[in-house]
């Protein structure tokens, strides 16, 4: 019998394969031979940091040196004053090619208001005229004797609904203008201090050098003497301030069992944590996720409206006070990591809550042979600047021990078919 070739319609040809293979476009794909089994495997743990390798170190930034300068009264172990000292001027001015002598028509003061406790009311800013050869080496009992009636400017008054603002003092009467006289022996420099009043005990925060256009200002209006031209007569002499700083009646003692940021000469806290072998390879865990825990030991200290934050770096190298901090902004690198997000939390003012913050991005960076150092840097953001001081419990402090809550994956386990 002689076999011959069949030819299948077209038709049934198409029909046929579209049975055997078909593309679900919108359904999971289903391939119960080809996919591996099993499931992630998470894990969650506790890292505790190594006993007594948590430090405090003192002496960052200096009073004066942030962008605020504090001022306060009345406040348990936190009386401070403000002391600013501006650039020199000259006795004459230079007109036409001709060095002139003037007189001093009036006397004004900027001074730029950042921060208060909008509930406090009646607050008033004052102004007192100090030696012009003050310095770094300043005290609070060294400007105490010089806040008197006698060294007053003058005073601004403050709406309790104003948080923010900058403020100018005009002086024009002869018995003020006369305190304000620059005598040889001052070589035409202004020194002043700035305290407050207010109907309780409180504190404001005011610009500083580095506030730029709300930092302290002295203005000098006068006539030109011997000019013919009324035009060129009035001129204003301006100077920002060459040096200043806050000083504080009795400065908070710092207890070094625990770990504290803020402060002035401001304080930073250094964590340092270890890795399992597991953890600290790639290739056998993924970090999830890194919650730091901190346990304020008293209610955090400040003013209410003086915002602060505290801020956690990693760190390149380990060499304590001085250790190369990492992970300042987005994209920057940790070790081998890049930060993805600015790793920082408010402080609420008189709370004892824990303090949690995410440092996922800096404990990544501790995994693998070009990992950082598994440490952890704690500051305020702003330094030197803020009454925000807190204290936060350490390995030595029992019941306050920060920790950090990591949950990890272990790598697929794909089962064999």
């Known amino acids: 019998m002689k076999l011959g070739l069949i030819r299948w319609p077209v038709g049934i040809v198409v029909a046929v394969s579209a049975l055997a293979c078909q593309k679900e476009i919108v359904a999971p794909g289903v391939c119960p031979e080809t996919c591996p089994g099993g499931s992630p495997n998470f894990i969650d743990t506790v890292l505790t940091p190594i ?245 304020p030991t008293a209610p955090i200290p400040g003013i209410p409206n003086d915002l602060a934050t505290l801020r956690i770096r990693g760190v390149q190298s380990d060499i304590g006070a001085k250790s190369p901090r990492c992970g300042f902004s987005v994209g920057s690198v940790c070790g081998s990591w890049i930060i993805r997000r600015l790793i920082e939390a408010p402080l609420v003012v008189g709370s004892s809550d824990t303090v949690s913050i995410e440092v996922g991005d800096l404990v990544r960076g501790w995994q693998g042979e070009r990992g950082s150092a598994r440490a952890l840097f704690l500051d305020l953001d702003p330094e030197a600047a803020s009454f925000t001081r807190p204290e936060f419990g350490s390995s030595r402090t029992p019941g306050f021990i920060p920790i950090i809550v990591l949950t990890y994956v272990l790598p697929f386990p794909f089962d064999e078919r």
């Open 51 to 295: 006993m007594d390798m948590d430090s405090t170190f003192v002496g960052y930034v200096q009073p004066g040196q942030g962008t605020t300068l504090l001022v306060s009264e009345g406040l348990q172990l936190l009386n401070s004053r403000a002391v600013v000292k501006f650039l020199p001027v000259s006795d004459s001015l230079l007109v036409n090619d001709t060095s002139r002598t003037f007189q001093v028509d009036s006397v004004g003061f900027r001074i730029g208001l950042s921060a208060r406790d909008t509930a406090v009311t009646n607050l008033e800013i004052l102004l007192f005229r100090i030696p012009s050869d003050v310095d770094s080496t300043v005290t609070f009992g060294d400007i105490e004797p010089f806040l008197a009636d006698s060294t007053l400017i003058g005073r601004i008054a403050v709406d309790d609904t104003v948080f923010t603002d900058v403020f100018r003092l005009v002086v024009t009467d002869s018995a003020t203008l006369d305190l304000l006289k620059l005598s040889p022996a001052d070589s035409g420099v202004m020194a002043i201090a700035v305290g407050m009043s207010t109907s309780q005990p409180s504190g404001i925060s005011i610009g500083s050098i580095a506030a730029g256009g709300s930092g302290p200002l002295w203005q000098t209006f006068v006539t030109i003497d011997s000019i013919a031209d009324t035009t060129l007569q009035k001129r204003t002499i301006s100077r920002i301030a060459q040096f200043n700083t806050f000083v504080t009646e009795t400065p908070i003692p710092i207890d070094f069992d625990f770990l504290t940021v803020g402060g002035a000469p401001s304080v930073r806290s250094l964590l340092r944590f270890d890795l399992t072998s597991r953890l600290g390879s790639r290739d056998s865990s993924q970090i999830i996720r890194a919650t730091l825990k901190l346990v």
